[in-house]
């Protein structure tokens, strides 16, 4: 795929159409310029950076979950999903989504269906919304299967964005108070030094002393200090990539104080969410099970929904293989109960996806009423520690003049 500029007439009223679409080569182009209904003049492919691999364009989410319900609507409206895919292009403000939209009305024009086409994109839409499409192709639901994807993307977004809200202030707080730090630490303190240096008889404090060393380091070895900052997070950036990073980390996540609670809340909400609109949608448990372990993120729940599958293959039932595992809170096998015996299994999904979503709200509120008296604390001491290290030495220099005067004046 590849992105062509055009200029063409539009026989109808003589004016000239300057736009862009993507097609496989030149020559399908120029079809796609025609079947337009336009008189093609020029059509050429478009050089630039932002096209060179259209298939992994940045596409927000908020513009995805609009799309999504868009073509939802008007597909539950009667209108063919060509038309459908048309208009909903027409009025699509973002770029790349708007030139993946047209290419798949090509490639739709093509004979392929909506899912093979919109999985030429991997990196946009996700293997839960593909096989939510190709369900809804299947059953004959696809306005359906496309609401439940824009709902499930709508929540996805929301719990993501409270977490990132949760951590944002105390990151912040903590890179002001480094910063503040540096600067009392490079600029004031060794003015403090150089007014004592001259003063015969004057002992400087311990924690004067231990900071102003720590201040000469830093202005005479700064660059080492920045080499070591880059490869620290260089290298950690790597290792949390590799296989036994990810796993560490995740197991972090999972069980660190306080934010461990968060997280399996969080995997517990991601998990039955996706399910719930996987089996609401008709797709088989065991394929349910192979994406919803995929859209986890954690090494260590995905490894356990794998191995559900090979129980149930052997004839367990799913809340059966999740029983008394530690990867999973007992309130999902549970329930998961109730809902085999009734056969309400997505109507369980869905109750246990909004009390975990609801648990994660309370857990963010919990996580910021604590970290702020914390960070309060921590500021606190640092600040104490710098205070004292300019303050100390005044206060010895007075003692010490006074203790002198009295001396003097005794003679």
């Known amino acids: 795929m590849a992105t062509y500029k055009f200029s063409a007439i539009n026989p109808e009223n003589r004016q000239r159409v300057n736009s862009e679409l993507i097609a496989n080569s030149l020559k399908e182009a120029v079809a796609a310029v025609k079947r337009q209904g336009l008189n093609p003049i020029e059509v050429k492919q478009k050089k630039s950076l ?27 409206a009667g209108l063919p999903l060509m038309q459908a895919l048309v208009n909903t292009g027409s009025q699509t403000q973002d770029k790349p989504l708007k030139a993946i939209i047209d290419a798949t009305a090509e490639s739709i024009r093509a004979g392929k269906s909506l899912s093979q086409s919109l999985g030429l994109y991997p990196k946009v839409f996700s293997v839960i919304y593909l096989n939510l499409i190709a369900a809804g192709e299947t059953s004959g639901t696809l306005d359906k299967s496309l609401m439940r994807l824009a709902d499930q993307l709508e929540k996805d977004a929301d719990i993501t964005k409270k977490i990132r809200s949760a951590f944002t202030y105390p990151v912040v707080v903590l890179v002001v108070m480094l910063g503040v730090m540096v600067f009392m630490v490079v600029k004031v303190l060794p003015a403090v030094g150089n007014l004592y240096k001259g003063l015969a008889g004057t002992s400087l404090p311990l924690v004067t002393r231990i900071l102003l060393s720590a201040s000469n380091l830093l202005i005479k070895y700064w660059w ?55 089996v609401a949608s008709g797709v088989p448990l065991i394929q349910v099970l192979e994406i919803t372990s995929k859209s986890v993120n954690n090494v260590h729940i995905q490894q356990t929904i794998l191995e559900s599958i090979d129980k149930v293959k052997v004839g367990k039932t799913l809340s059966e293989s999740l029983e008394n595992n530690k990867n999973f809170l007992p309130l999902v096998p549970s329930m998961l109960k109730i809902g085999e015996a009734s056969g309400t299994i997505d109507q369980m999904l869905e109750r246990l996806a909004t009390y975990y979503e609801k648990e994660v709200d309370d857990e963010v509120k919990n996580i910021s009423a604590l970290v702020e008296p914390v960070l309060m604390i921590v500021l606190g001491v640092f600040a104490f520690i710098i205070v004292a290290a300019v303050l100390l030495p005044i206060y010895s220099l007075a003692g010490n003049s006074s203790f002198t005067g009295g001396t003097n004046g005794g003679v």
């Open 224 to 278: 080492l200090f920045l080499l070591i900052l880059i490869g620290v997070v260089v290298f950690t950036n790597a290792w949390r990539r590799t296989p036994t990073g990810k796993g560490i980390l995740d197991n972090l996540k999972m069980n660190m104080w306080p934010t461990g609670p968060l997280f399996m809340k969080l995997y517990m909400a991601r998990f039955s969410r996706t399910a719930a609109t996987l």
């Open 50 to 76: 932002a096209n060179i691999s259209i298939g992994t364009p940045k596409v927000k989410q908020k513009d995805l979950v609009l799309f999504t319900r868009q073509l939802s609507t008007l597909i539950n």
